[in-house]
């Protein structure tokens, strides 16, 4: 997840690939994710991504920065 290189939406409904997935929110291990890359400049340095959730009855939404080829850590969003 920390080479996307172009402005997409990633979807993955593959429990086995999600909980693969590196770079990931250290408590996503299965389930169905939408990860959306949204690159601030041409060059990639800056930019956001959104990694949404769902497992079973479960749902949960990440978001973090890149900064300068720089990631943040994932910050939970809260859903009511």
């Not at 080479?3 to 693969?20: D, H, K």
């Not at 929110?25 to 340095?45: F, M, Q, R, T, Y």
Request: overall charge negative.
């Amino acid at each position: 997840m920390n080479v996307a290189i172009e402005q997409r939406v990633y979807c993955e409904t593959s429990s086995l690939i999600v909980g693969s997935l590196k770079n990931k929110p250290l408590s996503i291990s299965d389930g169905e994710a939408i990860v959306i890359w949204l690159p601030s400049s041409v060059s990639n340095k800056y930019g956001c991504q959104l990694f949404l959730h769902t497992s079973e009855d479960a749902q949960s939404a990440y978001l973090r920065h890149m900064y300068n080829t720089k990631w943040s850590g994932w910050g939970e969003i809260t859903l009511s």
